[in-house]
């Protein structure tokens, strides 16, 4: 009998040459009505003949060769083959599109996705025909082989797009057909995407290469075991802190996922102008025929259907302000004692021109501002991230997080509304007092004056102006704060996509592609050009590397004490009043402590369910008792002579002790 196998054989399978038969029904020529988007849509005819061959040994799309064992191309080639372009265009006000009752309150943007297969993109072209966001392929795994491979435009996009003033979300063509290598591929695209300021979801495209083609396909996988192939990328991607997205066609999430048990958002393919679909979904391809400027040929074109309550846009100009009641005349917000503490309470007090009155005031780009205080450099914050009505609000160093972003809304009066980005909650003058020390909270609109404050303009006598901004960027060296983001210099260069070293602070720091510092988050730190080796490490609050272990995202890693670098596999690690310390391990893909019963390279161990410790010798769970060898921690099967002479037997398939 063969002793207990954690190993998954995968049989290997001969790819054949197929054919595709069209199975698409001929659409409309439409152009989209995208608020002046200027994305035309051919119409994808059926053509009621068998295709040719699938593909040969090279072709080409936009004049690129195809990548190695890409899938996409072959989605590609077979859209080719199912549809003849059509020789005209319908003019941009002549298509609708329906969109599901369900997104009336939505605000509908426009967008696309990109691969290797657009060629060369002019981004800020892109940007001007009104596109809002972009998807960028990092990588794909190979539709034969199952080997995970870099798209070679990847950087260029995300750098291109990014820098445009695009929303910009990544994909990876996914061909996995275990949890593990769905592991695999999130950890990939995280490695892809690790220094770029990435705005909306990080996506698995679940999808078959074409009918027929591709591991995937020949997998045969149930709908269970798909599903929990998603979820886990999804899980994957959100410890790592951003947000996933599962891509898929209709086809797929009706027949193929339960995607009733898909806790995660959706990017819908469907081409077709009313959609049937009736699962959720928060994103919508709508067509593979869409033209946009600065891109040539063909580019998949999608809606989002954004559930922001508004559209936020910039409203006053940057700037110092004292900030006014609309209750009464000369009562203003300002900082309890005028101090630099965090958590300071924000409160009303009659004005007196002093600095814990003053407010730097910065639109951010996005829809929000950053409201920062002359007398300590802290940010206006909704405390504790608090997101219901009564929450207070306080002054707080910088955290670039929502909970110091703000709305301004001009309500046609000379007054404005401030509004939590986070909460959509407003900043509210408690029970309408106008005491000086009534204090500054947050509540629901209640259209009062308690929640409509003017903004007036101020200067900061106390600094002789806006200090921030009067060195020019050549003369700057170390450290440099503006908008409440940090930044460092080397002789007037900003460190961009990489490390530096403070000797003040004795510390490394991690630099995003915008120069921003790097806090609480995890960073893979390249050591070639093609980003597909290097080490990751951690970040704190402060932007100080992680050294030792360090508990986040429900589980212990550690990190080299001297490097930094996230530890995976077996290590040996120190343990206070204990002088032989412990071995754990550290998962190969995430990095997290393992506990409990674990197989690795084909043999079980167990660990401490608490400590992560590798048990060693005689052990008792569940009423049960195994044996792990003394050195390597192997569980026993089989007659296993004991270091005290016993010769005992363990089942082959559990490891009781029988």
């Not at 063969?2 to 409309?28: D, G, P, Y």
């Not at 002789?491 to 510390?507: I, L, T």
Request: glycine letters at 10%; hydrophobic letters at 30%.
């Amino acid at each position: 009998m063969a002793k207990k196998n954690c190993s998954i054989t995968v049989e290997r399978r001969t790819m054949k040459r197929i054919t595709v038969k069209q199975i698409m029904a001929l659409l409309l020529a439409m152009v989209i009505t995208w608020s002046g988007v200027p994305v035309e849509i051919q119409a994808e005819e059926q053509t009621g003949q068998d295709a040719p061959e699938l593909w040969t040994s090279e072709q080409e799309v936009n004049g690129l060769t195809t990548l190695p064992e890409d899938p996409e191309f072959v989605k590609l080639l077979e859209q080719e083959q199912e549809g003849l372009r059509m020789s005209s265009v319908q003019s941009l006000t002549g298509a609708t599109y329906t969109h599901n009752a369900r997104f009336a309150d939505c605000t509908v943007r426009n967008g696309i996705d990109v691969s290797y297969y657009q060629g060369n993109i002019d981004w800020n072209a892109v940007k001007s025909s009104g596109v809002e966001f972009v998807f960028v392929r990092v990588g794909y795994r190979g539709y034969s082989t199952g080997q995970l491979a870099m798209d070679t435009k990847a950087m260029d996009n995300l750098r291109g797009a990014i820098n445009a003033g695009l929303k910009v979300g990544a994909y990876i063509f996914s061909q996995a057909i275990t949890p593990q290598e769905a592991r695999e591929e999130a950890q990939y695209a995280l490695n892809q995407v690790s220094g770029f300021s990435i705005s909306m979801p990080i996506v698995i495209d679940y999808e078959y290469a074409a009918t027929g083609v591709g591991r995937l396909y020949n997998a045969n996988l149930s709908r269970e075991q798909a599903t929990q192939i998603v979820n886990t990328f999804c899980e994957y991607i959100n410890q790592a802190g951003y947000e996933p997205m599962i891509y898929a066609n209709k086809s797929m999430l009706e027949t193929s996922l339960n995607a009733g048990s898909i806790p995660h958002k959706i990017w819908l393919a469907n081409y077709t102008t009313k959609t049937q679909y009736q699962g959720a979904y928060e994103f919508w391809q709508y067509s593979s025929r869409g033209t946009v400027n600065g891109i040539s040929g063909n580019v998949d074109s999608n809606f989002w259907y954004d559930s922001a309550e508004e559209n936020y846009t910039k409203t006053i100009e940057n700037g110092i302000y004292i900030i006014e009641s609309a209750l009464q005349k000369d009562k203003v917000v300002d900082v309890n004692g005028g101090v630099e503490d965090n958590g300071a309470n924000i409160q009303l007090w009659t004005r007196n021109d002093n600095s814990s009155q003053k407010f730097k005031v910065m639109y951010e780009g996005d829809g929000t501002y950053s409201i920062m205080a002359l007398c300590s450099k802290k940010y206006l914050d909704a405390e504790n991230g608090g997101n219901t009505q009564g929450t207070n609000v306080i002054q707080y160093q910088s955290t670039n997080g929502k909970n110091q972003r703000w709305h301004i809304k001009d309500e046609g009066d000379g007054t404005y509304s401030i509004i939590s980005a986070s909460s959509g909650l407003y900043l509210d003058v408690y029970d309408n007092r106008t005491a000086d020390g009534t204090n500054i909270q947050l509540w629901f609109n209640t259209g009062g004056n308690a929640q409509r404050f003017r903004f007036l303009t101020a200067t900061d006598s106390s600094q002789g102006g806006d200090n921030e901004n009067q060195d020019s960027p050549e003369a700057r060296n170390g450290w440099y704060t503006e908008n409440g983001k940090k930044y460092w210099y080397d002789n007037g260069v900003m460190a961009r996509d990489k490390e530096a070293y403070d000797p003040a602070s004795d510390a490394w720091y991690w630099f995003d592609a915008d120069g921003t510092m790097a806090t609480d988050k995890d960073v893979f730190i390249p050591t070639n050009a093609e980003r597909t080796e290097g080490k990751w490490v951690r970040y704190d609050s402060n932007g100080w590397m992680v050294k030792g272990e360090d508990y986040r995202y429900g589980g212990w890693y550690w990190f080299d004490p001297t490097t930094g670098e996230m530890m995976k596999g077996f290590v040996h690690i120190p343990v206070v009043g204990d002088s032989e310390g412990k071995w754990v391990y550290y998962d190969e893909i995430d990095g997290q402590m393992h506990h409990g019963e674990s197989c690795i390279n084909g043999n079980w161990y167990y660990f401490d369910d608490y400590t992560g410790k590798m048990v060693h010798g005689e052990y008792q769970r569940n009423g049960n008792w195994y044996y792990y060898d003394q050195i390597t921690g192997i569980m026993a099967h089989g007659w296993t002579t004991l270091p005290d002479g016993r010769y005992v037997y363990y089942d082959d398939i559990t490891g009781i002790r029988r």
